[in-house]
């Protein structure tokens, strides 16, 4: 009996580590560090957020942006900011690599701002991204150039950043292949993927060229098939914005 007990005890311990590891697995394919993690300082300190989600940065003609998701402002805000407008409620919105916390991304101005843009308003997934201007850059990390070919039906692309569980380490990189796209939304199949993905809002999705496609927003059900597919929002609607800047 008692070295049953073992053998089970020994049994447990593995089903322990494989289930671990199978939680924790992700792409093979490598990247150039890109991600990053937003800390957003509200006027309200309460509200303060140290490490919030996902973000990054790219590149349009000369300029450099920051971008994240605009549906993080309906996860944490006071009661009061019920538009896209940040005065008198967020002080400042910086980002950061996770494993290299003092390469801060200090940003300007919010360019999306809009006082007439509930943040109730489902059509905020729509428009999944908030575009800032930088003030100062301290990061290593790679501006995204978007790509302007559209995607074919199972084509890899992946997705860079972290989960709400991860507080270290460098970026994770995670893999689906394109279906289909619904509106401003592109639905993937997924292929190595985390158990959660809460925390990936607003990390970016880009192709293997490593070319932006998306920005992680949320899921969108497939009318022809009744399906859930994980949805990142497309940047369709982010570029025209930058090139009438």
């Known amino acids: 009996m008692q070295f049953s007990n073992k053998r089970l005890y020994l049994f447990f311990l593995l089903l322990l580590s494989t289930t671990g590891y199978a939680q924790d ?14 800390r957003i300082d509200f006027v309200d300190s309460k ?3 140290p490490r ?6 790219i590149k349009y003609k000369a300029d450099t942006f920051a ?11 006071p009661a009061e900011m019920k538009t896209l407008w940040f005065e008198n409620y967020i002080k400042s919105w910086v980002l950061y690599p996770l494993d290299k916390k003092d390469q801060v991304v200090t940003t300007d101005n919010l360019l999306n701002e809009d006082k007439s843009k509930s943040l ?27 790509r302007t070919t559209p995607l074919t039906p199972g084509e890899k692309v992946y997705v860079l950043g972290w989960t709400r569980k991860m ?14 796209s619904i509106g401003s939304r592109i639905l993937l199949k997924d292929v190595i993927v985390p158990q ?6 607003g990390a970016p999705v880009i192709d293997r060229q490593g070319l932006l496609i998306g920005i992680v927003s949320g899921a969108t059900v497939d009318p022809e098939t009744n399906k859930k597919y994980f949805s990142p ?10 090139a009438n800047l």
């Open 25 to 38: 697995q992700e792409s093979k394919e490598t990247f150039a560090d890109i991600a990053l993690s937003n």
């Open 47 to 49: 509200f303060d957020q």
């Open 52 to 57: 919030f989600s996902c973000g990054f940065l």
């Open 67 to 77: 971008v994240t998701a605009k549906h993080l402002l309906k996860i944490i805000k």
């Open 120 to 146: 109730s308003d489902n059509a905020t997934y729509q428009q999944d991204w908030l575009l800032f201007s930088i003030k100062n850059n301290h990061s290593k990390v790679k501006p995204l150039e978007i």
């Open 167 to 180: 507080e270290e380490g460098s970026q994770r990189v995670y893999e689906f292949e394109y279906y289909k």
């Open 196 to 201: 959660q993905f809460g925390g990936l809002s």
């Open 233 to 242: 929002c497309s940047t369709d609607d982010l570029l025209k914005f930058i």
